[in-house]
Each structure stands twice: as C-alpha cells, then as structure tokens.
C-alpha cells in the first residue's frame, strides 16, 4: 500500500542551529513533493515545491531535497528561530493529471531559545 | 491572513442539526477542496471541484454534501452528522491545468457534534 512517512513526530532543537525534517514514501511514483507548514488553529501554509528532476531547492533559510532512488525528501531550516515552531507537513500529488494532495503525520518542531 | 475564507470560525451542533459551512476565495482558482483534520492528524480529502463540478469524492458520507456554486464559493452542507464528525474542516484552492500547483488554505471551521 501507498505509505508517506514523516520520521518524526516531534524534533526539538537549539536556537540558532539547523532543523532536519525526513519524509519517506512508498508506492509512490510522485511528479513533485510539497512541504507545508501548519501553526495551532491554523490551515496549513505552503513552504516549497520540488519536482522530482530536480535535487534540491531553496527558499530564504529553507531548503528542500528530493531523492526517488531513497524515495525520500529531507526539509531543512538552517539558523531557526523559536518563530520557526509548528508542525511542517510532507505532502505528495501521485501520478500524471492528479492534483490531489495526500499528506504526512507531520513533524512537529519545537526551536527552544 | 489567509486568502480563503471560511465561515464560521467555530460551529456547535446537535445530531439532528442541518448546518452550512462556507469557504470563499478570489485568487481565480477554478479547484477547490475540502479536507477534514482530526487533532494531530494530517489534513484528509474528502472532495474535489474542478471548474465547479465535483471530479472527486473520497467514499465520503453522504450526511456530507457539497456544493459549488460559483468559482469563489464552496459549501459544505451538513446533516445528521456524528460524533466523530467533530473535526476542523478545511477548505483549499489552487489553479488547475498544472499540476504543480501549492494549495491555499482557509483557516478552517472548527466543528463540534454534540
């Protein structure tokens, strides 16, 4: 079956250092991954896309990479911040004409000062 | 703030309730969703509308019926639902036609069944 895997529930790190967030799948052939963020009481928000020809890419302190041979996306928030708290979801849209999304459990990454 | 709105914030029904939630967007999106999220759960589909018409309904209750009655507005229309329909329910848009497109969502409404 279908599976999207978020490693982690919960990622606490120091102020200041990187955050590293895993997203794996399985069953999946996805066109492009997403990465969202979502806050308490909140909707998630969208962070990145990546498509599956491209390794990696980059977004202020965000960078997202992408590897189908590991079937895995790694998320990484260099210099965080405590505002950088909140659960980051892995999102995958499956196979050609879909645009349906299926997300991941999330991570919920707490930046302690 | 977010660039769809969904209304109410905050509903509290009974069982026997009928009851309309309302998400609304003018990003010129022609798709738009609904999801419905349990605490520390992903967002789960439950419907898609493109150009208005529905083009996917996830084996969702039909206690649950959705209406899309312009390209800005989505409904969710709500009937005898459960208890465990309690949920925040999420509405999303996003363009159609490319598939890379990030879905803009609503802050949700936060539905409790009593």
């Known amino acids: 079956s279908q599976k999207i895997e978020q490693n982690s529930e919960a990622l606490n790190i120091q102020e200041g250092k990187t955050a590293t967030l895993t997203c794996n799948y399985t069953?999946?052939?996805?066109?492009?991954l997403q990465w969202y963020r979502q806050d308490p009481g909140r909707g998630p928000v969208f962070l990145l896309l990546?498509?599956?020809?491209?390794k990696e890419k980059r977004k202020e302190r965000l960078k997202v990479t992408f590897d189908t041979t590991l079937k895995q996306s790694l998320f990484h928030i260099t210099a965080s911040q405590p505002a950088d708290s909140a659960t980051y979801l892995c999102?995958?849209?499956?196979?050609?004409?879909?645009?349906?999304?299926?997300f991941g459990k999330g991570t919920k990454l707490s930046v302690i000062p | 703030d977010t660039e769809v709105t969904q209304t109410p914030k905050h509903l509290v029904m009974g069982m026997t309730n009928k009851k309309s939630l309302k998400c609304e967007q003018h990003?010129?999106?022609?798709?738009m969703y609904w999801y419905k999220q349990k605490a520390k759960k992903p967002p789960e589909l439950m419907f898609v509308?493109?150009?208005?018409?529905?083009?996917i309904n996830e084996s969702v209750p039909s206690r649950f019926s959705p209406e899309c009655p312009n390209s800005s507005l989505l409904n969710l229309h709500l009937h005898a639902l459960q208890p465990e329909d309690s949920a925040l329910y999420l509405c999303?848009?996003?363009?159609?036609?490319?598939?890379?497109?990030?879905?803009?969502f609503g802050d949700g409404t936060r539905l409790s069944i009593l």
């Open positions: 990546i498509r599956e020809n491209e």
């Open positions: 069953n999946y052939s996805p066109a492009y």
């Open positions: 999303a848009s996003s363009q159609v036609g490319l598939r890379n497109q990030p879905q803009h």
């Open positions: 509308y493109s150009y208005e018409k529905l083009s």
């Open positions: 999102a995958l849209v499956a196979g050609a004409g879909s645009y349906q999304l299926t």
């Open positions: 990003m010129g999106h022609r798709a």
